[in-house]
Nanobody, 113 residues
Framework: QVQLVESGGGLVQAGGSLRLSCVVS????????MRWYRQVPGKEREFVAAISRSGNLRDYSASVKGRFTIARDNAKNTVYLEMDSLKPEDTAIYYC??????WGQGTQVTISS
C-alpha cells in the first residue's frame, strides 16, 4: 500500500519561507506524477503545483507562481515544495498527492501578518 507523509509545516511571518517535504513509500516513486494541494477549512481543496516523473516539467497555480518551487528527488522518494515570500493567504493545510491516486495526511502552514 502506498503511503505519503508530509512534513515541514509551521508558523512563519509574512515574507518568510518554508520547505515542505513528502516522502512516498510502498510504490515506485519515479513512476508517479506528483502534485501539491492546499485547503482552508470550509473551502475546496486547491491545486498548488505539479511535477512530472522526471522532474523536468512543472506547473503552478497563478496564486503561487514565482514564489513556490516544486522539486523531487527520485532517489529519496521525496517531493518538495519550497515556499518563499509567504503571504497570510497562503495559510492552509498542504497535501501531497500522487496524480490520480493516494493522498498524504497534510501539514499545517500558518503565515502571520
Amino acid at each position: 500500500q502506498v503511503q505519503l507523509v508530509e512534513s515541514g509545516g509551521g508558523l512563519v511571518q509574512a515574507g518568510g519561507s518554508l520547505r515542505l517535504s513528502c516522502v512516498v513509500s510502498g510504490g515506485t516513486f519515479s513512476m508517479y506524477r506528483m502534485r501539491w494541494y492546499r485547503q482552508v477549512p470550509g473551502k475546496e481543496r486547491e491545486f498548488v503545483a505539479a511535477i512530472s516523473r522526471s522532474g523536468n516539467l512543472r506547473d503552478y497555480s497563478a496564486s503561487v507562481k514565482g514564489r513556490f518551487t516544486i522539486a523531487r528527488d527520485n532517489a529519496k522518494n521525496t517531493v518538495y515544495l519550497e515556499m518563499d515570500s509567504l503571504k497570510p493567504e497562503d495559510t492552509a493545510i498542504y497535501y501531497c498527492n500522487i496524480d490520480g491516486g493516494s493522498w498524504g495526511q497534510g501539514t499545517q502552514v500558518t503565515i502571520s501578518s
